[in-house]
Nanobody, 125 residues
Framework: QVQLVESGGGLVQVGGSLRLSCAAS????????MGWFRQAPGQEREFVAA????????SYADSVKGRFTISTDNAKNTAYLQMNSLKPEDTAVYYC??????????????????WGQGTQVTVSS
């Protein structure tokens, strides 16, 4: 079992920055691919970013490419999502997810086995 706890969400103005953290506990973190997804009210969950366990492979949604950066610190069992130049359309609940079956990141939520409880990000204009 893996437990994931997100933190770092909050209210920020347009153009501001936030860094989300996802602390993992349980089984070996360094063998997992990690992903971030988000869900806005009335919308389906969507892929944001993903990273291989080594950090060598990353993937981003087109809507966040160049603004968001995903990373991991295996020594701390933590994944991060640095979000810069935030826009109102980035407002959502952000979830981190772990994919123990593969070290390769995936853009599909159903390929992740473990999910955090989510953290709210609100970007005001």
């Amino acid at each position: 079992q893996v437990q994931l706890v997100e933190s770092g969400g909050g209210l920020v103005q347009v153009g501001g920055s936030l860094r989300l953290s996802c602390a993992a506990s349980g089984r070996t973190f360094s063998r997992y691919a990690m992903g971030w997804f988000r869900q806005a009210p009335g919308q389906e969950r969507e892929f944001v970013a993903a990273v291989s366990w080594s950090g060598a492979i990353t993937s981003y949604a087109d809507s966040v490419k160049g603004r968001f950066t995903i990373s991991t610190d295996n020594a701390k069992n933590t994944a991060y999502l640095q979000m810069n130049s935030l826009k109102p359309e980035d407002t959502a609940v952000y979830y981190c997810a772990a994919r123990p079956r593969s070290v390769v990141p995936s853009t599909y939520g159903y390929e992740y086995d473990y999910w955090g409880q989510g953290t709210q990000v609100t970007v005001s204009s």
